[in-house]
């Protein structure tokens, strides 16, 4: 039996979760929110064309893999990343790392964690989880969106390593393998600030807030266009993508409201303190929305009134993250 | 979103007693974390996607009884997958997956496709042979 001495700590999100705890193994003590900011994981994308689960694809958060790419780049971190074509290469290169005490980032297919309930087991190949030990059985993990650690056999891990499908793992593996002592928390703040009001105030049609407009408009077409059986599936999965689990709420604003509260103590700025406060108001409308939306699903409402009136709240969602992007960007020039 | 108004419903997580953390700010103001073991829009949202996915299941249960779809089609659905993810799993292009689907060609895939897909699906090559669905 091998057994890192690593401590698993809950959080929202898989991937900031996965970041925070092997840094925080290594001695650089970072939370959740901290990572997720500076990584810019704030942002919203409307892909129409793209049909995930037979709905359109809209995400709250950028590609899976770039929020920690983007923080390990902006703290100055060395990561060492695999992939692997055969299993056994991907299994043998993982149990050398658990025997060098280095415990082990991997991305994994969902659909075969045989300790997520049923309901949650989608074909979504890009979640993150820590080896952290080994035994007789199988190994020791730790899901950062469980309360307490788990274990999976070598054949579950390796069904969950090479998971086929959009974004394939490949058996993934990755470990910061050089940090620096005194990172430069600041500037990775600034930059991760800087990246995350370029993305919501992009002059593009999909993205940030010109995305939701767009979801706002397609959303009042949709019951005419598509029936409201369709309308209703497609409303049911946005809210899913704003509210499941690893969003820690309201798209993802609580947890960066939570970050502009440290990047505040850490600048010495007291306007970000401010902006939380609003980013946190902004995150509860969101989940007013959340709210709406699935009363349109459950009853199954007919009136175009109903879609109307959820437009509306996204489009004023939409102005005012981008009134709040806009005093973001000043807030730290 | 305030730490006392974190949603404690019923969900789908509560019954695998699992808690989901939620950041929430605490009477002063700052940011702490919660647990959560549910909330009710999520649940409608998931399961309405979840009886999409029934409806898909029975809908391809209907076509294989008819003879209008192989088992493949229906097991694909089963393991709540699509073509890309069912064509990936078995290593083969999406069109072969496709053709796949009609019963006469299905019934005349070699060993090796079989084992393939029966892998995908986690049975015996066998019992994918001769699966018959309920």
Partial sequence: ?333 | MKKDEVPQDDGSLSKSNLKELIYATDEGGRYTTTLSSGWEPKSIALSQSLDAINERVADALAKVKGGEASVLYYLMELHRMDVPVLAGYAGTWQWRVKRHFKPEVFEKLDDRTIKKYADAFGMSPDALRHFKPE
């Fill in chain 1, 1 to 333: 039996m091998m057994q890192t001495d690593f401590k698993h700590r809950q959080s929202a999100h898989c991937e900031n979760g996965v970041i925070a705890n092997l840094l925080t193994d290594k001695g650089m003590a970072v939370s959740e929110p901290m990572m997720f900011g500076i990584g810019s994981g704030l942002f919203f994308v409307y892909l129409p064309f793209l049909k995930v689960n037979y709905a359109p694809a809209f995400s709250y958060r950028p590609m899976p893999g770039l929020i920690f790419r983007r923080a390990a780049k902006r703290l100055g971190l060395t990561v060492k990343r695999q992939k692997f074509s055969s299993p056994a290469a991907a299994a043998a290169a993982l149990d050398d790392n658990l025997r060098n005490n280095i415990p082990t980032g991997l991305q994994v297919g969902v659909y075969n964690l045989t300790y997520f309930p049923d309901e949650y087991r989608f074909h979504f190949n890009a979640h993150n989880l820590v080896v952290y030990g080994k035994t007789d059985t199988g190994y020791l993990i730790s899901d950062p969106v469980m309360e307490t650690v788990t274990t999976l056999t070598f054949q579950e891990l390796e069904r969950v390593r090479f998971a086929k499908g959009p974004f394939a793992p490949k058996g993934h593996m990755y470990y910061p393998t050089k940090w620096p002592e005194h990172p430069d928390l600041k500037g990775a703040i600034l930059k991760g600030i800087k990246n995350t009001c370029r993305d919501m105030l992009a002059p593009l049609p999909l993205i940030g807030v010109r995305g939701m407009r767009k979801v706002a408009d397609a959303i009042t077409k949709w019951p005419t266009k598509l029936g409201v059986k369709t309308a209703n599936h497609y409303l049911a999965q946005l809210v899913r993508m704003q509210e499941e689990i690893g969003t820690g709420g309201g798209g993802f604003r609580f947890i960066y409201a939570a970050f502009l509260q440290e990047a505040a103590d850490v600048l010495g700025n007291d306007r970000l303190l401010e902006l939380s406060g609003e980013m946190t108001a902004i995150g509860d409308l969101w989940r007013q929305f959340a709210l709406e939306a699935s009363r349109v699903c459950k009853n199954r409402s007919t009136q175009p009134d109903a879609y109307n009136s959820l437009a509306i709240r996204l489009q004023n969602l939409a102005d005012l993250e981008e009134a709040f992007f806009k005093k973001l960007r000043s807030a730290i020039k």
